[in-house]
């Protein structure tokens, strides 16, 4: 029998979090063999990574880090993603639901283009 892939969700905040289908998300995109964990961290420690990583001084909403073929890393300042969700002309829950989507399609290859948005525009309407 082959072992399942799997989701790991951690609050590393003291916020709340929006009941979002993480698990759904990472089957459709990366399948249901993938292990992904996905860390909610707080601004200072989001720039910390953003600044290790890519040299930027400043946090982010989201970063992806494939650490295999078969896992990655997802991590999230959910007080940035609130104050990008109105430029986006989207709610909270909804703009966490496309990051995630987005930082999936990354952990899958994708880089920032055209085809990209088309890829998130597919799943944001599968998994509505």
């Given at each position: ?18 009941s ?26 989001q ?82």
């Amino acid at each position: 029998m082959v072992d399942k892939g799997f989701c790991i969700i951690k609050n590393n905040t003291k916020g709340k979090l929006p009941s979002l289908p993480f698990v759904s998300i990472k089957n459709k995109i990366l399948g249901e063999q993938y292990e992904l964990g996905i860390t909610f961290l707080t601004p200072q420690k989001q720039k910390e990574i953003n600044k290790k990583y890519r040299g930027k001084n400043e946090t982010t909403n989201i970063l992806s880090f494939p650490l295999s073929k078969n896992s990655g890393e997802i991590t999230l300042d959910p007080s940035k993603v609130r104050r990008d969700a109105p430029l986006f002309d989207m709610s909270y829950p909804q703009f966490l639901k496309y990051l995630v989507i987005h930082g999936c399609l990354h952990l899958k290859g994708f880089e920032h283009s055209s085809t990209m948005e088309r890829q998130e525009k597919k799943y944001l309407k599968i998994l509505s």
